[in-house]
């Protein structure tokens, strides 16, 4: 049983939703703005776009990076591609513009600060050699205009290091959820966004704590998720690991599969992130699928048949950090560890819509031990120490 408690929607929550292309940031590989860590971003009919938050569009950005041709405006099919009429095809091109390519691995096993160090996007998380992840069960909060989980009961014991031990079933415990939160109501065909990536302090006893991107449904009982988590039930250690889930009808399901289609041979939820830095992820709506996107690649997507067809466009997003404690005074850090006022902190960043309106994030933390700080109308840092 989970307590929810009612949120009052800002002002920022009700845009008109005339669909309206967004402006779509430079493809993976783009320079940085140093003040801001975002990359640069541009007009496809001007060539530039200033956001708020100082993403400065002179910043020297490679326009190619990946060896094609200029990216086509966000949402973008390229035409001379032939549409399937199933989900198994994605779009030609990623939310953001660009064309796929395969991401970077480093060797199996690989831990995140290795990942990093080879300047790599990702490692397999184990030597199987499988392609498809394997289902994982461990608490999960969910975030809406509509109201947060704030609590609920599970019988996972989030293990204690060192060393690891085997989760085990109980009687049931306590799990408070606890965010930082950018949200928009907006109907869309999906959406974008910069995540930093960073491996915080996972308190003994905590259950995880990640940072994720989320579409949703207007009342949010429909939902499908993509981010990176820290949670040692899940994952067997202490890196940032990149995760996938859904909801159907506000009921949980799992991570990492329970009805989600593997599609890249190279990457799959489960696998180690590169600590540090900045990745994109996005969840695009295409070919009766919601389709999931990190880096510059297609992950793979959750079938239109998970929701009966439903659930084909977005009411509102979501973008937040999330701790999940048996305690409402948890020591895990969110994000990166760093206070909304540092500088350094984490965030997320250049968030786009797929034919939306324009974006103006609604932003604030729930449950009073950490922070989140609007820098922008599509930028903000969230996170903190925890109360310890």
Same mark, same amino acid.
């Given at each position: 049983m989970s307590a929810v408690w009612t949120l009052n /929607? !800002? $002002?920022?929550?009700? @845009?008109?939703v005339t669909a309206v292309a967004s402006a779509s940031p430079e493809p993976s590989g783009a320079a940085t703005d140093p003040s801001t860590?975002?990359?640069?971003?541009?007009?496809?009919?001007?060539?530039?776009?200033?956001?708020?938050?100082?993403?400065?569009?002179? /910043? !020297? $950005?490679?326009?190619? @990076?990946?060896?094609?041709d200029t990216p086509a405006p966000s949402g973008s099919a390229d035409p001379s591609a032939a549409a399937a009429d199933d989900a198994s095809t994605p779009p030609a091109r990623l939310p953001w513009g660009g064309r796929p390519v395969?991401?970077?691995?480093?060797?199996?096993?690989?831990?995140?600060?290795?990942?990093?160090a080879e300047g790599a996007d990702v490692a397999p998380a184990d030597k199987s050699g499988s392609t498809e992840a394997a289902p994982e069960f461990s608490p999960k909060g969910r975030n809406s205009r509509w109201g947060s989980v704030r609590s609920s009961r599970t019988s996972v014991v989030a293990p204690v290091p060192p060393p690891l031990t085997e989760p085990v079933s109980g009687a049931g415990s306590q799990v408070n959820f606890l965010y930082g939160v950018g949200s928009q109501t907006a109907e869309t065909d999906g959406t974008y966004a910069n995540f930093s990536i960073a491996k915080p302090t996972l308190a003994s006893g905590d259950f995880h704590t990640l940072a994720e991107l989320s579409v949703q449904s207007a009342d949010g009982a429909q939902i499908a998720e993509v981010g990176w988590t820290v949670d040692r039930t899940i994952n067997g250690d202490s890196d940032p690991h990149i995760f996938v889930y859904h909801?159907?009808?506000?009921?949980?399901?799992?991570?990492?599969?329970c009805g989600f289609v593997q599609y890249s041979q190279t990457v799959k939820p489960?696998?180690?992130?590169?600590?540090?830095?900045?990745?994109?992820?996005?969840?695009?709506h295409y070919n009766d699928a919601w389709w999931v996107a990190y880096d510059t690649e297609w992950l793979g997507y959750f079938p239109d048949s998970l929701w009966n067809g439903q659930f084909t466009r977005t009411g509102q997003?979501?973008?937040?950090?999330?701790?999940?404690?048996?305690?409402?005074?948890?020591?895990?850090?969110?994000?990166?560890?760093?206070?909304?006022?540092?500088?350094?902190?984490?965030r997320v960043g250049s968030v786009?819509?797929?034919?939306?309106?324009?974006?103006?994030?609604?932003?604030?933390?729930?449950?009073?031990?950490?922070?989140a700080n609007k820098l922008s109308a599509r930028t903000f840092r969230y996170g903190g120490p925890g109360a310890c």
């Open positions: /929607a !800002g $002002a920022a929550e009700n @845009p008109d860590g975002d990359p640069s971003t541009a007009d496809p009919s001007t060539g530039t776009a200033p956001d708020p938050a100082g993403e400065d569009p002179s /910043a !020297g $950005a490679d326009p190619d @990076p990946a060896g094609t395969a991401v970077t691995r480093a060797e199996p096993g690989a831990t995140s600060a290795k990942v990093a909801w159907v009808n506000r009921k949980e399901t799992c991570y990492n599969a489960g696998d180690t992130l590169p600590q540090g830095g900045n990745k994109r992820f996005g969840i695009q997003v979501q973008y937040f950090g999330e701790v999940a404690s048996p305690t409402t005074q948890p020591c895990s850090h969110m994000g990166n560890g760093q206070g909304v006022d540092s500088a350094s902190a984490a786009a819509f797929i034919n939306g309106p324009d974006v103006d994030l609604n932003v604030r933390a729930i449950g009073g031990v950490y922070g």
